[in-house]
């Protein structure tokens, strides 16, 4: 996937796309990053990308002529073009997993007040949100969505089922966590986990997997359920039964 990113501090970059996954993804030539400054494409003397806002209000708009010289300079026209900005769609691992299947990406980063909306109406542009709060700049929001979709990428991560057992990908939280030593601090590692069969760990993990889900994301809990998932019958008990203690109400069981 080829990814170019517009934005006023390109430098922010750099040590993400060029470190760990991304990086080793780079190399690879799974991913190809192409940071733009917009700053380098302004006709003005003083280079300022930015002006006060017509009819009023605190802080300053990004000019639209560096920005639409930049997406005219590379070739941005067709492409998938997304705006990180808080008023878009909240990005999800729905959204990641559609991106994921571009060959191409435009991602403008914003700062400041945001962009004149001239350049997002004429480039047609997808707004793209990471929460609901406000950062100074798109550029860490920008780098959490080049991160999450690159993990969807094949090649990217080493193993190729890592991605699909992450909480919320799989519909579910992950159940938890644990590696050496077997006690640690008078805490031992469940006992189950150490037992080597392995019809039983999966169990407890799927177990351990609903009933956090049920306690931190009943939406999501009734989420999965309701999307009948394809489950054996010892695997559908362990369901219902969370979702019974848990109160929660699947209307496929109702
Ligand atoms: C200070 S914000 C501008 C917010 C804008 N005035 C508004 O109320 O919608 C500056 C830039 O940061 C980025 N940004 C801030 N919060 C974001 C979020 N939650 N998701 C995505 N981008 C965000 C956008 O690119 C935005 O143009």
Redesign the pocket.
Known sequence: MKIDILTLFPEMFTPVTEASMLGRAAQKGILEFRLHDIRDYTQDKHNRTDDYPFGGGG?MV?MADPIFRTLEDIGARGKRFL??????KVLDQEMLQELAQEEELVI????????DQRVLDAWNAEE???????????EL?AMVLIDAVARLIPGVLGNADSAMDESVYSGLLEHPQYTQPRVYRDMPVPEVLLSGNHRKIHLWKFRESLELTAKRRPDLLLQYAEGDPDLDREEQKILDSTLQAFGICSKMRR
């Open positions: 802080g990004q705006y990180m900005s808080p008023r878009g403008l980063c914003g700062h400041y007040e945001g962009v793209v949100s990471i929460g609901d709060y406000i950062l100074t700049g798109g929001p």
